[in-house]
Every structure is written in C-alpha cells, then in structure tokens.
C-alpha cells in the first residue's frame, strides 16, 4: 500500500524556471494538501483541495498555483522559481476534513 | 487561529514514560486536538487526537484537561524510535476549510 507518493523526492532549479510537484494517494481520500517545511519551522499550509475539480488558498499560497483534475493526484506547480521557495514540500490526503492526515516522504527544492 | 504553545525541548529515557504537555487556553469548542510527529527526514505522522475526553491507541494516550485549555500526549515506555518532534495542533471542525496550522514543536529526546 504506497499511500501517499510525491515526485520529484529531489530537485534543483534555477531562479525563474518552472517546474511541478506531483502529489498521488492511493486511499480514495477527498482532501489532499500541499505544505511547507523551512530549517527549524513547523509546516505551512500553502494550498488544499476538497475534492476533485476543488482549490483553495492556505497560509502562503503566492507564487504557487495547484490543480486537481483527478481525485487521486494533486499537482503544485512553480511558475517562476524564486531563491526563497527553496523548501521541503510534504503533501497530505485525508479521508474527512477532521481525519487524520496521511503525508507523503517530501520533495526537496532547491533554487538557485 | 486558536494557537498551541509547547516546549521546545523535552528528554526521556528508553523504556520510561513520556508526557509531552500543550497549551491550548483560546480552544474553542469545536477544535480537535491533533498529535502528530516528525522523525528525521521523514513526513509527519499522525500519532492520536481528540475533542473532550481521554483518548488511546496503539501509540500513545491524549489526557484533556477538563477545561480543554491544555492536553498531554503520554507515550506509554519510550523508545530510541520516539525521538521526534511532536507537534500539538487544533483543528476546528467547523466547516470545509478544517486546516491544521503546525507550530515548532517539541523535539524529544530519548536517551538509551
């Protein structure tokens, strides 16, 4: 059972290349979510989805647009990459707005 | 957002129990009170949650107080594979924009 799987698990860009984070879950979960991590920070929510066809901003969603035309993946994508979105990002699914979050092992982007 | 307030530092020794405490003093009602942990390198993993009264799992127990404006996470006998941080979180289950909002954590250390 993959659960949650995130690709790339790694990444180097440059500043102002674009690039996309994909975001597959294997549990038939409605909410899906894209988080975040800086060195010695908790996570920041930067956007979520209730459902397929939904998306919603969360704490730090500029500079980052998503998409979920599938109900199994979530993509976050990177229009013009900037030296402070060098980050880890986790992506999430959960079966109910108020269930446990499942979270995938990270993706980690640096920009140069 | 209501906010949690934790130790940024907790220790223990392998096979003793560990209390891990949050506060919580601007709960509203309707907040869960979610438990996750991080481990090196790793995503978080849900560890147990809550709304008013003590909870059990496999992992670990959830004692709230009766107040609701403080809660412990007890792992039962530590071991080398807690040492985590452990973020306390509330979530309100009002609506469709449930969001867990993680602070910094308390990184515990299980000394062997």
């Known amino acids: 059972n993959a659960g949650v799987t995130q690709t790339p698990k790694f990444r180097v860009l440059k500043t102002g290349q674009s690039m996309t984070l994909l975001c597959a879950q294997d549990?038939?979960?409605?909410?899906m979510y894209w988080y975040r991590q800086d060195p010695g920070m908790g996570l920041r929510l930067i956007h979520y989805?209730?459902?397929?066809?939904?998306?919603a901003k969360g704490e730090v969603p500029d500079g980052y647009n998503v998409s979920r035309l599938k109900k199994q993946n979530f993509l976050l994508g990177l229009e013009s990459a900037a030296p402070s979105q060098t980050s880890v990002y986790f992506c999430?699914?959960?079966?109910?707005?108020?269930?446990?979050?499942?979270f995938g092992d990270g993706t980690r982007l640096s920009i140069l | 957002d209501a906010k949690t307030t934790q130790p940024n530092s907790m220790e223990s020794n392998e096979e003793e129990p560990v209390h891990l405490p949050c506060n919580h003093s601007t709960i509203s009602g309707t907040d869960y009170i979610h438990w996750y942990r991080q481990l090196p390198s790793q995503g978080p993993e849900y560890v147990i949650h809550?709304?008013?009264s003590n909870v059990n799992n496999r992992m670990a127990s959830l004692a709230i107080a009766e107040d609701r404006k403080s809660s412990t996470l007890i792992l039962h006998r530590a071991t080398l594979r807690d040492a985590a941080v452990y973020y306390c979180i509330l979530g309100n289950s009002g609506g469709s924009n449930y969001k867990l909002t993680f602070g910094k954590g308390t990184l515990l250390t299980v000394n062997p």
């Open positions: 999430a699914s959960a079966d109910t707005h108020h269930q446990p979050q499942h």
């Open positions: 549990m038939n979960h409605e909410y």
């Open positions: 809550g709304l008013t």
């Open positions: 989805s209730v459902g397929e066809g939904t998306t």
